[in-house]
T-cell receptor, first 115, second 111 residues
């Protein structure tokens, strides 16, 4: 059971380039989400999904796209990278509903620098 | 979304108990109170959660006010490894609403 796996762990992009941050979970979780965390700040929700084929915007969705074609995967696409998107990105997943407690599992993070 | 309010920072001496408060005055009847913590350069990790009754696990205790408008995370004996940012969030029983984290409380532990 690998939990929540994010790739890549580190990435440097040039302004204007596009890329995809990958997130996969092997716990059959319905809920998946992406957060960004700027230095010294809290987590801000980018996009989330409550199941395959269903996605919705969070607090800071501009400049990012997501899709959820399978339960396991929830990739985050940066369309045209900007220096303001330099951040650490965390993917998270959980079950829906009360049982087994819908606690949230986080990946280890992806450090992205846009130059 | 129901919101939570936490102090920006707190300090504790090692091996002393720590009480981390969280206010959630707009909590609804089906919202669970969750606590997570984030160690430096790591993703957040689950600490504890509860609905109405106080809860204990190997990491901490959660004390929930009778009116549920506030809660307190209790670390019984702080260690240096407990230095982290602690987040209090509310989650609906269905779990299908966006999870919004605040800035949390940065706990410093002094040896």
């Amino acid at each position: 059971n690998a939990g929540v796996t994010q790739t890549p762990k580190f990435q440097v992009l040039k302004t204007g380039q596009s890329m995809t941050l990958q997130c996969a979970q092997d716990m059959n979780h319905e809920y998946m989400s992406w957060y960004r965390q700027d230095p010294g700040m809290g987590l801000r929700l980018i996009h989330y999904s409550v199941g395959a084929g269903i996605t919705d915007q969070g607090e800071v969705p501009n400049g990012y796209n997501v899709s959820r074609s399978t339960t396991e995967d929830f990739p985050l696409r940066l369309l045209s990278a900007a220096p303001s998107q330099t951040s650490v990105y965390f993917c998270a997943s959980s079950y829906l509903g009360v049982s087994p407690g819908n606690t949230i599992y986080f990946g280890e993070g992806s450090w992205l620098t846009v130059v | 979304d129901a919101k939570t309010t936490q102090p920006n920072s707190m300090e504790s001496n090692e091996e002393e108990p720590v009480h981390l408060p969280c206010n959630h005055s707009t909590i609804s009847g089906t919202d669970y109170i969750h606590w997570y913590r984030q160690l430096p350069s790591q993703g957040p990790e689950y600490v504890i959660h509860g609905l109405t009754s106080n809860v204990n696990n190997r990491m901490a205790s959660l004390a929930i006010a009778e009116d549920r408008k506030s809660s307190t995370l209790i670390l019984h004996r702080a260690t240096l490894r407990d230095a982290a940012v602690y987040y209090c969030i509310l989650r609906t029983a269905s779990g299908n609403t966006p999870l919004v984290f605040g800035k949390g409380t940065r706990l410093s532990v002094i040896a």
